[in-house]
């Protein structure tokens, strides 16, 4: 009996396990538009003025790239990536439930946001 259900089980489990592996229509696109947001998030953290530590900057926590955009707002700078970020989180959403033509949208406002 247990035989008969284990190949069963492990069928069922690679089912599961495959379902958020699979690629929505334009992550490709997502992770492109993501790598050159870092960078202008990177470059601009770079070029401006300099702020005060968080408290999770002191607690040894690492930036995420939405916190640094935060900071940078709040020094007068940033927005722009901050504006990208959230173009960027429309795409995923749009990405996830299948909307090809709103992802690729979105993508697009979050590279003209950067320009």
């Given at each position: ?45 770079a ?34 990536a ?7 989180q ?20 979050a ?5």
């Amino acid at each position: 009996m247990i035989l008969r259900i284990l190949p069963i089980l492990g069928a069922a489990a690679l089912a599961v396990s495959a379902g958020p592996a699979i690629a929505g229509p334009c992550a490709a696109q997502i992770d492109a538009a993501q790598a050159a947001v870092d960078a202008r998030i990177a470059a601009v953290a770079a070029a401006g003025p300099t702020g005060t530590e968080s408290r999770a900057a002191l607690l040894n926590r690492q930036p995420t790239p939405s916190s640094i955009a935060q900071a940078e707002e709040k020094l007068g700078e940033g927005e722009q990536a901050a504006n990208a970020l959230a173009a960027l989180q429309l795409a995923r959403k749009a990405d996830s439930a299948g909307d090809k033509v709103a992802c690729e949208n979105a993508v697009l406002e979050a590279r003209r946001m950067l320009q």
